[in-house]
């Protein structure tokens, strides 16, 4: 689903010129956010507020079907991208301060992968994403029909540390 969509229109009418628009759409069915940049049309929103709202409703934001959302494999990327990067901000020079958790969802059941997390990151934000990232792969999965290898992923049992980097222990 599309969380942010930027409009920027340069047209030659007066009351349009360098209109900005940011629309935001939040995880609600009917539900965004409007921030406009530009006074005049700022003042045609207020005169005409109630042709506006019906504009923005009917054709600015999509109908969510609570009950079977879209998942966009965009999505999943951007959150495994900021999950790698929290992951990888710390050194690892002490493996006392390193955890690992389950992470993404295979077609068959079980986790795809194990990743390794500094204690010093924002932890709940950092398992956050992990948590979105397995639903969404999840469903993904489910609305699809994937398949995969149905390997089960090896729980490591610690992390040490290598030339700065996490390493799994396995025994």
Do not use: H
Not at 28 to 42: D, E, G
Not at 55 to 79: H, K, R, T, W
Not at 134 to 161: F, H, M, W
Request: aromatic share 14%; charged share 20%.
């Amino acid at each position: 689903m599309i969380d942010r969509l930027y409009l920027k229109n340069q047209s030659d009418s007066w009351f349009l010129k360098r209109v900005e628009l940011e629309i935001f759409f939040v995880n609600k069915p009917f539900s965004c956010q409007l921030r406009v940049k530009n006074t005049a049309f700022k003042i045609m929103i207020m005169k005409y507020f109630g042709v506006f709202l019906f504009m923005v409703l009917a054709f600015g934001c999509e109908s969510v079907d609570s009950e079977n959302p879209v998942v966009y494999p965009s999505d999943m990327q951007e959150i495994y991208k900021l999950m790698v990067s929290l992951s990888e901000a710390e050194n690892c020079s002490q493996s006392a301060d390193w955890l690992f958790t389950a992470y993404g969802s295979k077609a068959c059941g079980g986790p795809i992968g194990y990743i390794a997390y500094s204690k010093k990151i924002n932890q709940d934000y950092f398992l956050g994403l992990v948590d979105r990232f397995t639903k969404l792969q999840s469903e993904y999965n489910q609305k699809t029909g994937a398949v995969s290898d149905c390997a089960l992923a090896i729980r490591p049992t610690g992390v040490t540390c290598e030339n700065g980097k996490p390493k799994f222990i396995y025994s």
